[in-house]
């Protein structure tokens, strides 16, 4: 497994990249407050970091791909 790029001493620990809820909310176009309810319900998994916080880029990709549904 490659080591973290952010901390080349820490062999075996995946890279996670976070994004901020003003991120998640322009790439899923939606408004913050959008994101924030997904987060209070569980929907979108996020860490609390100090008062604001942050979601996993993977997650959101991973919603994103699971919302699909067919209209027809």
Same mark, same amino acid.
């Not at 490659?2 to 790439?27: C, I, M």
């Not at 942050?54 to 959101?60: F, G, I, L, M, W």
């Given at each position: $497994? !490659?080591?973290? &790029?952010?901390?080349? @001493? +820490?062999?075996? =620990? !995946? #890279?996670? #990249?976070?994004l %901020? /809820?003003?991120? /998640? +909310? %322009?790439? $899923? *176009?939606?408004? &913050? $407050? %959008?994101?924030? *309810? =997904? /987060?209070?319900? @569980?929907? =979108?998994?996020?860490?609390? /970091?100090? &008062?604001?916080?942050r979601v996993?880029?993977k +997650?959101?990709?991973?919603? =994103? #791909?699971?919302?699909?549904?067919d209209? @027809?």
């Amino acid at each position: $497994m !490659p080591a973290n &790029k952010r901390d080349p @001493g +820490a062999p075996g =620990l !995946p #890279q996670v #990249q976070f994004l %901020t /809820v003003a991120e /998640v +909310a %322009t790439l $899923m *176009r939606v408004s &913050k $407050m %959008t994101v924030y *309810r =997904l /987060v209070h319900n @569980g929907d =979108l998994p996020a860490v609390r /970091v100090g &008062k604001s916080f942050r979601v996993p880029e993977k +997650a959101v990709h991973d919603y =994103l #791909q699971n919302a699909y549904f067919d209209a @027809g």
